[in-house]
């Protein structure tokens, strides 16, 4: 069968098959937002990847060079941030193509090692390739105490489902670059596409607060990264539609384009904030925790509920739709074109 | 300027540049086989990083996925191997492309995930995303105490330039499999060129003799290796060419080639052994420990000088030759098709 055929999800289920049992210091091993080692009694090391690919995770018509490497660093910065981390130390591999200029290259590691900087971590090693395709992958690593370490499980009935910052924007943007969008909200929702901001310093506040039982960063969108923890902890979910924070740079780009701004706030992706599942009588301690370390807004936009209750969106109306899990998937059907 | 125009080595260059200083727990960071990090007073974390690129480092037609996982595993082992290090953790990060069966994909992840249990390390994490290329990408993580890790810096003059195994092999494999050479030497060869066999067991066996000063692993070629101890030490070698071990089968294949057997021992590479410099006196303790912990022979091929007196190979006419590095380099003139 194609990898195609399969989709993404179904071809990492075939993969996990494959590896057998990891090594006893393995705390949280493939499956969550990044793996979790034990280093030591009192640290454990957190490692993840990722790669962003020419004409895939970007077109070099339409982002700088030292866009491309910040961005390469906040996608990773963000899934360490997703399990209250602090981002270390980075290993950069690239696949570079012949006849690329060397100030690209430059200009790229400038940028990703700037970005992790302002997050506390250093590029400490990586690789040079050559290849047909430019491909710049990036493993970083983080450390944690132990006992603060969130995880996609954990999450129970009655528990807040919250989000911090704001839905939608960098998928606006993203369709704002490719339809040629003008005006100032476009270039704001724009600039939320290329630059996002990893929630670092929100993430390490949140599990320092020990008030969060689970955390995921939004990367394939936000009802299917909730999805993500539904299906880890093995709960459902009521999110209520009038509740999603969306910017108004963001509803008046989705109406420039056409588009239902709570869609893109759902399924668009790439937005990088976090989706913190806590205790409902947590909720206002985690706020004012939030926007004291990081000045960054939280927002309650559901309910986690039992797994026989399935997962919902409520509008104004009270009626309910199923929250479809209408994300990113990298091979199948879903796949878009960017 | 285009970056074949520079070489790898320039553009590495270049790249550090950029990097700015790294965070006070990076012991040791871009430039050696491994970068390595305090992670708590009594360990150090190793990581290193290598990708295969399909059409330059392996052709579908002459590997098996599973050949391919394990090799994308090795050449990564080698380089924990390399600072005498215990490998452990592993993120794999892969660029599949369409049309690719699920099934190669498995195979592939069953023999990297065999490979690195062989040698006690599991993956731990990793990353999925389409590409018009396949590129395999792996980090691997390794553990070791402070005290033990080895460097390429540290040689000092009159030191024993010592070399695991033997050397040759896998170059004349790589030839013998595009030049389909037929019977069982140019199959033994083409074995050590598929499926490489990294000195784990050997380089953490040298390491906790703490008898060895300086430590690398035989990617590039042994010349160029070498010369990439000679630059970290500020060091100079000579090496005598009846010295160098080189196999029956690695002979009989390069006679077949037309090759000279000693060119590909100095600049074959590939040959994933381990080049260990230590005290003149230490030799004997060295090989002794070396076969008791791994079974895997010692020799000596020369002797560290100093700086000043260059590097050179001598034959055994007593005539001396410039140690020329003519190993691989990804980008530049030196780039060979493969």
């Not at 060397?102 to 250093?122: D, I, K, M, P, Y």
């Not at 990264?225 to 093995?234: E, F, K, Q, T």
């Not at 108004?248 to 420039?256: K, M, N, P, S, W």
């Not at 990081?294 to 559901?302: D, K, N, Q």
Request: aromatic share 4%.
């Amino acid at each position: 069968m194609q990898i195609q055929e399969l989709g993404e999800f179904a071809l990492i289920e075939r993969i996990l098959r494959q590896l057998g049992p990891g090594n006893s210091s393995v705390v949280v091993g493939p499956g969550d937002d990044t793996a979790v080692m034990q280093v030591s009694p009192g640290a454990v090391l957190l490692a993840t990847c990722d790669a962003l690919v020419e004409g895939r995770h970007f077109l070099r018509a339409q982002i700088t060079a030292e866009q491309i490497g910040r961005r390469l660093a906040s996608v990773n910065l963000s899934d360490i941030a997703a399990m209250g981390g602090q981002p270390r130390w980075a290993l950069a591999s690239f696949a570079l193509t012949d006849g690329l200029d060397t100030s690209f290259v430059e200009a790229c590691v400038r940028g990703l090692a700037e970005q992790l900087r302002e997050f506390g971590a250093s590029v400490v090693g990586g690789n040079l390739t050559g290849g047909t395709e430019l491909v710049l992958d990036l493993t970083l690593l983080g450390e944690s105490a132990p006992e603060c370490v969130l995880r996609r499980a954990g999450a129970i009935p009655g528990d807040a489902i919250l989000v911090t910052g704001d839905l939608g924007a960098a998928a606006a943007g993203r369709m704002a670059l490719a339809g040629g969008i003008p005006g100032p909200d476009a270039q704001a929702c724009i600039a939320r596409h290329l630059s996002p901001v990893p929630r670092v310093t929100a993430g390490m506040a949140i599990a320092a607060s020990r008030l969060a039982h689970a955390m995921i960063d939004i990367s394939d969108g936000f009802a299917q990264d909730l999805g993500h923890i539904c299906d880890a902890s093995r709960v459902g979910g009521l999110v209520e539609l009038d509740r999603l924070p969306i910017g108004a740079a963001t509803r008046a780009t989705a109406a420039a384009l056409g588009e239902d701004a709570a869609t893109l706030a759902l399924a668009g992706g790439e937005d990088y904030e976090l989706i913190c599942i806590a205790g409902a009588d947590a909720e206002a301690r985690l706020v004012d925790a939030l926007g004291r370390a990081a000045s960054v807004p939280l927002t309650r936009v559901g309910t986690i509920v039992a797994a026989g209750e399935g997962r919902w969106l409520k509008d104004s109306s009270g009626s309910s739709l199923p929250l479809e899990q209408t994300g990113w998937q990298h091979f199948g059907p879903l796949r878009r074109s960017r």
